[in-house]
């Protein structure tokens, strides 16, 4: 369940630094870049599902298999409508350290990548 963190005045700095950052015009050179990771349930079907065919719906049984558990990185340029989001097998910091070094890739002509993450922010400028 996403809760909200105690309402201190250093929440409320760090939330006024997100909301300037979004605030700022697009610029390719500086890209603001959204990450969040989701825990997904794997699932498989347990029986065929039934296709759709004259005057009836497609049927699908709402029972299934559960086959464990994936990642997903949620990687996202809102105003250049960019998303990079991808999959991976957890939430261990080497994926975590994939999915940046993805993000670096995409964005080899940037000055500086702004990252914004939960309720934080970082800069990374390029040597």
């Known amino acids: 369940m996403w809760c909200v963190a105690e309402l201190d005045a250093d929440y409320l700095t760090k939330m006024e630094d997100v909301l300037a950052l979004y605030e700022r015009p697009y610029h390719a050179k500086e890209p603001v870049v959204c990450l969040d ?17 004259p005057g009836h719906l497609a049927k699908r049984d709402s029972e299934y298999r559960r086959c464990g558990t994936a990642n997903l990185f949620a990687i996202v340029e809102p105003k250049a409508g960019r998303h990079l989001t991808c999959a991976t097998p957890d939430r261990s910091a080497r994926q975590f350290a994939r999915a940046m070094r993805r993000v670096a890739a995409a964005y080899l002509r940037a000055r ?15 040597p």
């Open 37 to 53: 990771e989701k825990p997904v349930s794997l699932h498989a079907e347990v029986r065929p599902a039934r296709p759709a065919r």
């Open 112 to 126: 500086t990548i702004h990252m914004v993450m939960d309720i934080s922010t970082f800069t990374v400028r390029s």
